[in-house]
Every structure is written in C-alpha cells, then in structure tokens.
C-alpha cells in the first residue's frame, strides 16, 4: 500500500478496461488520478465506478494538440503537476487484409495510438522536467513485438512505433530522471477483444476464442488487473532503474 503515495498519475484510455483497473490499482496505492476519454458518458461510468475523492477526468481527444494540453494542464491545476503518465489510449482500427485496409482507418489507427502517445509526451516531459523526476509508461502490444496476424496491419504498425518513440524518449529524458517503458500485452479480457474477435469473425467470435486460446503458453486470456499490476510497478519507485525497456504480459506468446 502508498506505494504511489503523493504522486499525481494521467491514464488515457481511462474509460477502457485497462485504464480502468490501472486506476483503481494506482488509487488503492495512494495516487491522485485523472482519467483522460474521448467518451463523456464512458468517463462518467468509470468515475462513478471509482467514487473516489482523488479521481476525476477529462473528456479529451488525445489526437490533437489543444486538447493534449488541457488534460495535462487538468491535473497541473487540480494536483499540482504529473508523475505519472499511462499512455494508454489506443484503438484496434477494421479487421482487414492490407491490399484491401481503408486509407481512412488506417490514419486514424495511427493518429490515435501513435499521434496521441507524442503529443502526450511533449506536454508531459517539460511538466515531469519541472517536479524533478517522473515515469511514462506507453502501452503497446505484443504486435509491437512480433509480426501480426491477418488483418491487423494499422494496429500492428502503430504498436511498433510507440517502440520507437518510448526508446528515443528513454534517452532524451534519462538525464531528466524521467523513465519511458512500454507494456505488451497479448489477449486480454475486455471490449477491444471482443470487438477484434466480432472483427475477424462475426459469426462465431466464441469459436476465435476458443482457437486463440492454445496459442498462449498459459492457455488462457489475461485479464486488466494483471497488466495494471506490471504498469503499476513501472509507475513506481521499485523500477528506478528500469527505462527503455518493453515489458511483456502476455501468457508467454512472446517465447513462441
């Protein structure tokens, strides 16, 4: 417990599965939290879901400067800086194949998962800069780490970029004392799941399930509380000295 004691942490994707569990678990560790959404009613949902004095939200589109800004600016008012930023928004765009990838979709799929994440950055850094020290942690997939199934070509190319970024970021701040790290998690429970298994097989998503399952060593999904325990951990003091790194939860897919 209070191992976030005083800190002040901004999740993205807030209203998500992940996002959510993140910030239950970094509220029971003592954080202040503010969840940032595109989604009003979704954000009302999760803050009523958290009643908690120290949680409040921003209704935000992380694809666009200004509104960057003001989520950051938000927890600046109300707490007094940041800490802690999970870039956690992200999008799984149309299951399609690549000759075939709507223009459109693609572009947004990377607006979302990668513009959103380097506007984050840009806004949080000086702010972090400021308190003296500060950790991001950026999630990407294990499609950041290995080739992608069928279909999943924008999503796949968007969780290799925040690689990227998290690397060049991990250097320029080190003399900062602010750590950059991404999380890579494979299936997990939750709507973006539901929606890639309704994607790739609308007819019989139990039936992609049931195929996917085998594929991880642990044979099973994960679930949002064990990826919000690996980025609690990098939020916190016990990983100063882990920056620059992906970190997997992902029942094993990554050794296959």
Request: aromatic share 4%; proline share 4%; net charge neutral.
């Amino acid at each position: 417990m209070n191992r976030l004691a005083g800190k002040v942490a901004l999740i993205t994707g807030g209203a998500g599965a992940i996002g959510l569990a993140a910030a239950k678990l970094l509220l029971l560790e003592g954080a202040s939290v503010v969840l940032v959404d595109v989604s009003e009613s979704r954000l009302r949902q999760a803050s009523l879901t958290l009643g908690s004095d120290r949680a409040s939200s921003v209704v935000a589109d992380v694809t666009t400067p200004e509104d960057t800004r003001r989520y950051v600016q938000a927890a600046v008012d109300r707490h007094g800086g940041v800490d802690v930023l999970l870039a956690n928004a992200g999008i799984e765009g149309d299951i399609q194949p690549l000759a075939d990838y709507p223009l459109a979709t693609f572009d947004r799929v990377l607006a979302v998962n990668v513009r959103g994440v380097f506007l984050g950055l840009q806004q949080v850094i000086p702010v972090m800069a400021g308190r003296g020290s500060g950790s991001i942690v950026i999630t990407s997939s294990i499609l950041g780490l290995k080739g992608a199934g069928a279909g999943l070509s924008a999503y796949a190319a968007s969780k290799h970029a925040v690689v990227g970024l998290m690397r060049t970021a991990a250097i320029e701040c080190a003399p900062l004392n602010i750590r950059v790290n991404t999380v890579h998690p494979a299936f997990v429970e939750g709507r973006m799941m539901e929606r890639i298994a309704h994607g790739v097989s609308p007819n019989a998503s139990e039936e992609f399930r049931q195929q996917t399952r085998p594929l991880v060593p642990l044979s099973r999904y994960g679930t949002p509380d064990e990826v919000a325990q690996l980025m609690l951990f990098l939020a916190s003091d016990e990983s100063r000295f882990c920056t620059g790194g992906t970190y997997t939860v992902d029942g094993g897919m990554s050794a296959t």
